[in-house]
């Protein structure tokens, strides 16, 4: 299959080897994966905080970017673009965009995944040859929960590492505090949900809290390495990506 890779702004700024583990591991599947070039912001956080007709050059982009009928799927390593293109895009197609956007934006959405869901409702699998002997405890992100909807494909992925040691996440449901400009706009009402977050993560005793969203990673992560409290965050490709011939290793600093 010949899958587009959209990295989203957080994964090419801060988090790009979560986007390069999205692609060895389709790659190390068989799929062919290309990454269009021109490819910008999905548009999310515009729209989130109220400005719905400035992104519509951005949602106009990804769909010229993605379109091409030889894309047969657009795979996300985040849930909350990943719902921008699949919620937003058309909203705002049908709003501020004309006839051909609109039929452009509906190709697009009927063939862009979250990358959990790909791996278990497209290509059907659950084991992808991952190894990553961690103690591992798995954050699912308000978007993959409540926009798209993945359920448990994260954690079916992750039972399935060999030699992981996956510990459940206490009231694992309950928001980071992240929220895109919630954070800045509430921060004392974000630090106290991030408190509650990490205070859960480190009950586990994880070595690893895993999460399918560069947002999350980011804000969890931050929260963790400021208080030292031993856990780091990862993305969920960057373990399923990991195998025993190049497995990806902690370092003590990070442990």
């Given at each position: 299959?010949?899958?587009?890779?959209?990295?989203?702004?957080?994964?090419?700024?801060?988090?790009?080897?979560?986007?390069?583990?999205?692609?060895?591991?389709?790659a190390?599947?068989?799929?062919?994966?290309?990454?269009?070039?021109?490819?910008?912001?999905?548009?999310?956080?515009?729209?989130?905080?109220?400005?719905?007709?400035?992104?519509?050059?951005?949602?106009?982009?990804?769909a010229?970017?993605?379109g091409?009928?030889?894309?047969?799927a657009v795979?996300?390593?985040?849930?909350?673009?990943?719902?921008?293109?699949?919620?937003?895009?058309?909203?705002?197609?049908?709003?501020y965009?004309?006839?051909?956007?609109r039929?452009?934006?509906?190709?697009?959405?009927?063939?862009?995944?979250?990358?959990?869901?790909?791996?278990?409702?497209?290509?059907?699998?659950?084991?992808?040859?991952?190894?990553?002997?961690?103690?591992v405890?798995?954050?699912p992100?308000?978007?993959?929960l409540?926009?798209?909807?993945?359920?448990?494909?994260?954690?079916?992925?992750?039972?399935?590492?060999?030699?992981?040691e996956?510990?459940?996440?206490?009231e694992?449901?309950?928001?980071?505090?992240?929220?895109g400009t919630?954070?800045?706009?509430?921060?004392d009402t974000?630090?106290?949900?991030?408190?509650?977050?990490?205070?859960?993560?480190?009950?586990?005793?994880?070595?690893?809290?895993?999460?399918?969203?560069?947002?999350?990673?980011?804000?969890?992560?931050?929260?963790?390495?400021?208080?030292?409290?031993g856990?780091r965050?990862l993305?969920?490709?960057?373990?399923?990506?990991?195998?025993?011939p190049?497995?990806?290793v902690?370092?003590?600093?990070?442990?």
């Amino acid at each position: 299959m010949r899958i587009g890779l959209f990295a989203t702004c957080l994964g090419d700024t801060l988090f790009p080897d979560a986007v390069k583990s999205t692609a060895v591991l389709l790659a190390r599947l068989g799929h062919d994966v290309v990454f269009p070039p021109e490819q910008t912001c999905c548009g999310q956080m515009h729209v989130n905080t109220g400005y719905q007709r400035e992104p519509v050059p951005l949602v106009r982009n990804f769909a010229d970017q993605f379109g091409d009928s030889a894309i047969e799927a657009v795979v996300i390593p985040s849930a909350s673009c990943a719902g921008s293109v699949r919620h937003q895009h058309e909203i705002i197609a049908e709003r501020y965009g004309d006839a051909p956007l609109r039929a452009r934006v509906a190709t697009v959405k009927a063939k862009t995944y979250e990358l959990s869901e790909f791996l278990v409702d497209v290509l059907d699998v659950t084991s992808v040859g991952a190894h990553f002997p961690y103690r591992v405890t798995y954050h699912p992100t308000c978007h993959s929960l409540r926009m798209l909807r993945v359920g448990d494909k994260p954690l079916r992925l992750l039972r399935a590492v060999d030699s992981i040691e996956l510990v459940e996440l206490p009231e694992a449901d309950s928001c980071c505090g992240f929220g895109g400009t919630f954070a800045v706009k509430n921060a004392d009402t974000s630090t106290a949900m991030l408190q509650d977050k990490m205070r859960d993560i480190t009950a586990t005793g994880a070595d690893v809290c895993t999460v399918g969203d560069s947002s999350c990673l980011m804000h969890i992560g931050g929260g963790l390495s400021r208080i030292k409290a031993g856990a780091r965050t990862l993305h969920l490709a960057q373990i399923l990506a990991s195998t025993r011939p190049s497995p990806y290793v902690l370092t003590e600093a990070a442990v």
